[in-house]
């Protein structure tokens, strides 16, 4: 692959009007979510759960990649296609998590470093042959009492780094993502210097790894409060933040910015990036890449019936929509219910 085709595909992922669906929780995220709709996890159900959501007609109108789980990306629909010419026919990118989890830090209490990096660039080739375009791989930093340590920010910025450059030495664009947990009840100022300290690091380390920064993807979290805090920041205030903390630290190079939703409600998820593009004047595209955000009304629906198939397939297609035109600025909380009805 040439590094033309790496900097077109990084584009087409942030395409104006259009993100990212993360479809790629590991078999043991995917049954808890399975739990939450009582539906049983076998390796057919999770087939048949991702094959609703990949033939949702009109998807691409809305949505540029999906990211699969290793398993999903040999995994085929119900005709005997295999998802990612399914998805590469809808002109959908098929992308692949190729981090083992984030796993518990030796020596930092409550903390976590990602896991994968032996062995990725074997994988990584394999997975061009599969027919992936793009890679993920997540970091997780955690706001607590004394915590996060340098010593956590500093290893997980260096992972990602290593992740970036193999996965463009192999022909992949990297989708770089140090999440920032919402989970606690930090205020959004402790958000927002987290956030900042995280990104600095990472880009930092991306730089002396030789990452070209046109040929990937940065997925952060938004700054935002804790969930547990008293006082929650409104709409706006996380969109300037946000906005503000990301000026700050990462470069006009990166051709676009596509946020994670991590535990924020759909439609809350929709709005934050909507009041972002309404503010506009951003040096890069700023979409999404939401998994429960996009996944949740469809999964409800679902409930593993295949005669529920067509109502959460409606459901997907309105969130996609809603976040599309969030994509573009045109988002508006009304059209939730028109277009929702006439979805
Ligand atoms: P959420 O949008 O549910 O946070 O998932 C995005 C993702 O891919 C996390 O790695």
């Known amino acids: 692959m040439s590094t033309h085709d790496l900097a077109s595909i990084a584009k087409a992922m942030v395409a104006p009007g259009r993100g990212i669906l993360a479809a790629d929780e590991s078999t043991g995220t995917i049954e808890k979510r399975f739990k939450g709709i009582g539906v049983e996890c076998t390796e057919e159900i999770r087939r048949a759960y991702r094959d609703m959501l990949f033939t949702t007609r009109g998807l ?3 949505i540029s990649g999906v990211i699969l789980y290793d398993e999903t990306l040999r995994q085929k629909s119900a005709d005997g296609t295999a998802f990612s010419d399914l998805l590469a026919k809808d002109d959908i990118l098929p992308g692949i998590k190729v981090d083992a989890g984030a796993k518990d830090m030796a020596l930092c209490p409550e903390e976590k470093i990602t896991e994968g990096l032996d062995g990725l660039a074997k994988r990584c080739a394999e997975y061009v042959k599969l027919g992936a375009k793009f890679a993920k791989w997540r970091a997780v930093i955690t706001i607590g009492r004394d915590i996060p340590s340098a010593a956590c920010i500093a290893a997980n910025a260096h992972a990602l780094a290593r992740y970036a450059a193999i996965c463009q ?13 919402m989970d606690g009840g930090h205020s ?3 958000c927002e210097e987290v956030t900042e300290c995280t990104l600095r690091e990472t880009f930092a380390a991306l730089a002396s790894q030789r990452v070209v920064l046109e040929h990937m993807v940065l997925k952060p979290s938004m700054v935002i409060s804790g969930k547990d805090c008293a006082k929650q920041a409104g709409v706006q205030e996380v969109a300037v933040r946000t906005l503000q903390t990301l000026r700050r630290t990462v470069p006009a190079a990166v051709p676009g910015i596509a946020f994670l939703s991590g535990g924020q409600s759909d439609q809350l998820a929709t709005a934050h990036l909507d009041a972002m593009n309404k503010i506009g004047g951003a040096p890069w595209a700023l979409s999404f890449s939401y998994g429960r955000a996009l996944q949740q009304p469809a999964l409800k629906s679902w409930k593993g019936s295949a005669g529920n198939v067509p109502a959460a397939q409606r459901a997907l297609h309105h969130r996609a929509r809603m976040n599309g035109l969030a ?14 009805r006439a979805a």
């Open 188 to 190: 959004i100022d402790r």
């Open 327 to 340: 994509s573009l600025g045109q988002y508006r909380a009304d059209l939730e219910k028109e277009l929702g």
């Open 169 to 181: 030495g192999a022909g992949l664009v990297p989708i770089v993502e140090p999440e920032v947990l």
């Open 60 to 62: 691409g109108e809305f």
